[in-house]
């Protein structure tokens, strides 16, 4: 029987850890507001203790794998990219051992790089790539910087970045367009995400179809609740189109997305004629932390 796994996914402001059985069951969750941006130089050990220390009690035997930000610079200990193309056995092959307070060890998975022209980053994503066990296909994973990635053969090809969640916050947020923007309907937001939708397929690129979410307010031809919603289906409907430039087209688009998000690319997807096959990022990251741990652990 395959030993049980703490597991946490420590990213910048939230830390998750899950008690993982031998068969893959969560057996217990911890969520903590205590991303890497709050752990003092040295403080790692501790802020471990703090997070998941109940669970080591629970599982003194269990294996401890360590994913996210946590490898970062700025983390416990910095876990070096793995250069694409990479396959799940030199991911985890390259993953940094620590000590936690009480003396046991711990792996840091790390994250990964590519160089397709301009360099590009992305450090957990891996491991929910790796979680959807494809052996050829296109993944997203939706964001503040979403990841799209291709895989062939079972090895992560070339991934690239879309800034996609940011600008959006900075556009409705920060920008001239916010000015008429209110709180939208249930009927403005779908209208807003139809008209976003339909404009990222015009010429003109975004910076020209973003206006309109000023200018058709200011018309009378659209209400101030479908601005948000016009914007972010414009933002993802360019994302899209700049992703198939960059890796393709495929049919289907594995989607590791929940909520809000998965509805949205979701209908993005469709309406340029592309099957969304959606898995939650919590079943993406326990698949692909315990395929990554038994590498480490063989």
Not at 103 to 121: H, K, N, W, Y
Request: aromatic share 6%; with cysteine; hydrophobic share 45%.
């Amino acid at each position: 029987m395959p030993k049980p796994l703490i597991a946490l996914d420590w990213g910048t402001t939230r830390a998750r850890a899950f008690l993982i059985s031998g068969t893959g069951d969560v057996l217990e969750r911890r969520s903590a507001d205590q991303g890497i941006q709050s752990v003092p130089p040295g403080g790692f050990p501790a802020a471990f203790e703090t997070i998941a220390g109940d669970l080591r009690k629970t599982a003194p035997e269990a294996d401890i794998v360590l994913a996210g930000m946590v490898g970062s610079r700025n983390g416990w200990i910095e876990a070096h990219y793995v250069a694409c193309p990479a396959s799940p056995d030199e991911i985890a092959a390259a993953g940094m051992k620590v000590t936690l307070a009480d003396g046991s060890p711990a792996t840091i998975l790390p994250g990964m790089s590519c160089d397709e022209g301009a360099f590009d980053v992305m450090r957990g994503e891996e491991t929910l790539i790796v979680g959807l066990g494809l052996a050829d296909g296109i993944a997203c994973l939706p964001g503040t910087h979403s990841k799209w990635a291709l895989i062939e053969g079972g090895r992560i090809i070339r991934f690239a970045s879309f800034m996609t969640g940011e600008i959006y916050g900075l556009l409705r947020q920060h920008s001239i367009l916010s000015r008429l923007a209110e709180e939208p309907t249930a009927e403005d937001a779908a209208r807003g995400a139809a008209e976003g939708l339909a404009a990222s397929a015009r010429p003109g690129g975004l910076l020209n179809t973003a206006f309109a979410s000023r200018s058709e307010v200011l018309a009378g031809r659209m209400p101030g609740g479908a601005v948000g919603p016009y914007l972010s289906a414009l933002l993802v409907g360019h994302e899209i189109a700049g992703v198939q430039a960059l890796l393709g087209r495929s049919d289907t688009v594995h989607l590791v997305a929940d909520g809000v998000l998965a509805q949205s690319y979701d209908a993005a997807l469709a309406s340029v004629g592309i099957k969304a096959r959606v898995t939650t990022p919590e079943a993406a990251f326990v698949a692909g932390v315990r395929r990554l741990a038994e590498r480490v652990s063989a």
